[in-house]
C-alpha cells in the first residue's frame, strides 16, 4: 500500500545515506589509531589496510544500529516538519501504526547485525589479533630498524644498530641494552652479523664492550671483547588458550561459560537486542517541537544512543566480573528498554497526556 512503500522507500535513502557517512567516518578514524600503532611498533606497517578493514567490520554491528537509529529518526522528523504525520494521523493512522512498516523495512538489517555480531565480530578481531601476534613473536633481529632503538619481543631487549646491510645480516656499531640473572648488561660493538649455530639463531658480535650491573648497585663490571654471541629469536608461540573472549566464536563461548565469556556473549546478544529497542525508540523520540529547534529530537536521539550503549558495554564488564548474571542483566537493561519504550509509545499513540489536560480545564 502508498503508506508502507511510501515509508520504506524514503527510510532506504536515508539508511544508504547515513550508512555511507559513518563508515567513511570510523574508516578515517581507525586508519589514524592503526598508523599511531604502527608508528610504535604494534603492527606490521604493510598490514596497516588490511588490520583497518578487521576493525570496520568488527564495528560494523554498531555502525548499522547507529545507521538505522538515525534513518529512522531523520525520516520521521522530516514528515513531523513537512506536516505529512499530521496526514497520516488525520486519516485515521496511529502512532502504533508505523510499527509494522518500520521492522518491514529494518528486519533485513537487523539479520544482518545478529550474523555480524555473532560470526563476523569474533572473526575479524581473531584476525586482527592473530596478524598481530605474529607480528609481536617475529625474531628480534627483524626488529631492529637502523637509526631507531627497539624492544625486544620479550621485552627484556633494547636493540640499536647504525647501519645495516642489504640482506639484513650485518650490521655496524651495535648496542644492546639487557636485563638478565639480576644483572643489566650493556654491550656495545663495532659490528655485528646473525649466524645459525648449533639450529640456533645467534648475534654474533666484534670489536665490542660488555658492562654488567648488579641492579641493587653493589658492583660493576667491565670486560672487552674480540667476538661475543647473544642468542635471538627463541620466543615461544602463544597458546590458544590465551585467545581473548572478543576473539573467540560463539560457539566456544556457550561451550565454555566463564565469566568473561558470558560477559563477551551478553555483549553479542545484546547488540542484537538494542537494535531491536532503537527502531522502537526512535519511533517515539522523532516527534518535532517547534520550541526545541529542528535538531533537537536528533540531539536527544544520539544521547540516549550513547546512554544505550555504553551501559551495554559497562554490562559486559560486569557480567565479566562476576558481579552481575547474564540473565539479569539482559532482563534489566534490555527488557527495561523495551517495557519504557513501549508505554511512551502508547502513551504518544493514544495522547494520554492532552486527554488528561484537557479534562482538567474548567468549564465557563
Not at 29 to 57: C, D, H, Q, W
Amino acid at each position: 500500500m502508498l503508506f508502507h512503500s511510501s515509508l520504506r522507500k524514503e527510510l532506504s535513502r536515508s539508511f544508504g545515506a547515513t550508512l555511507v557517512v559513518l563508515v567513511t567516518i570510523v574508516m578515517t578514524i581507525i586508519l589514524i589509531r592503526t598508523l599511531g600503532l604502527a608508528s610504535k611498533g604494534s603492527v606490521n606497517p604493510s598490514e596497516v589496510f588490511l588490520i583497518m578493514a578487521y576493525t570496520v567490520v568488527g564495528y560494523m554491528p554498531t555502525i548499522l544500529s547507529l545507521a538505522l537509529f538515525i534513518a529512522i529518526v531523520g525520516t520521521l522528523s522530516r514528515m513531523y516538519r513537512d506536516s505529512e504525520m499530521v496526514i497520516w494521523l488525520s486519516s485515521g493512522r496511529g502512532l502504533a501504526d508505523f510499527v509494522a512498516p518500520l521492522f518491514q523495512f529494518a528486519w533485513p538489517v537487523l539479520l544482518l547485525i545478529a550474523a555480524l555480531a555473532f560470526v563476523g565480530w569474533p572473526w575479524a578481531n581473531l584476525q586482527t589479533q592473530g596478524m598481530r601476534d605474529q607480528y609481536e613473536r617475529r625474531g628480534d633481529i627483524d626488529r631492529v630498524t637502523p637509526g631507531q632503538f627497539q624492544e625486544s619481543s620479550g621485552r627484556n631487549r633494547v636493540f640499536f644498530v647504525d647501519k645495516d646491510t642489504a640482506d639484513g645480516t650485518t650490521a655496524s656499531n651495535v648496542f644492546i641494552s639487557s636485563i638478565e640473572r639480576g644483572l643489566q648488561i650493556v654491550t656495545t660493538a663495532r659490528s655485528g652479523r646473525v649466524e645459525d649455530i648449533d639450529k640456533g639463531r645467534y648475534l654474533v658480535l666484534r670489536d665490542g664492550q660488555r658492562l654488567e650491573r648488579r641492579l641493587d648497585n653493589t658492583g660493576l663490571k667491565v670486560s672487552e671483547f674480540a667476538s661475543y654471541g647473544a642468542k635471538v629469536g627463541s620466543d615461544a608461540p602463544t597458546s590458544a588458550d590465551q585467545t581473548p573472549p572478543r576473539a573467540r566464536s560463539t560457539l566456544a563461548l556457550l561451550a565454555e561459560p566463564t565469566d568473561p565469556n558470558r560477559g563477551e556473549l551478553g555483549w553479542r546478544i545484546g547488540m542484537v537486542l538494542a537494535a531491536v529497542n532503537f527502531v522502537l525508540l526512535a519511533l517515539v523520540v522523532s516527534g518535532v517541537n517547534p520550541r526545541v529547534g529542528r535538531s533537537g529530537n536528533l540531539v536527544f536521539a544520539l544521547f540516549a544512543f550513547v546512554v544505550y550503549y555504553n551501559l551495554l558495554n559497562l554490562g559486559n564488564s560486569w557480567i565479566s566480573s562476576g558481579r552481575h548474571g547474564l540473565g539479569t542483566f539482559l532482563t534489566v537493561l534490555h527488557g527495561g528498554a523495551l517495557l519504557l519504550t513501549l508505554l511512551w509509545l502508547a502513551k504518544r499513540h493514544n495522547n494520554w497526556g492532552r486527554r488528561a489536560r484537557s479534562t482538567r480545564l474548567p468549564l465557563r
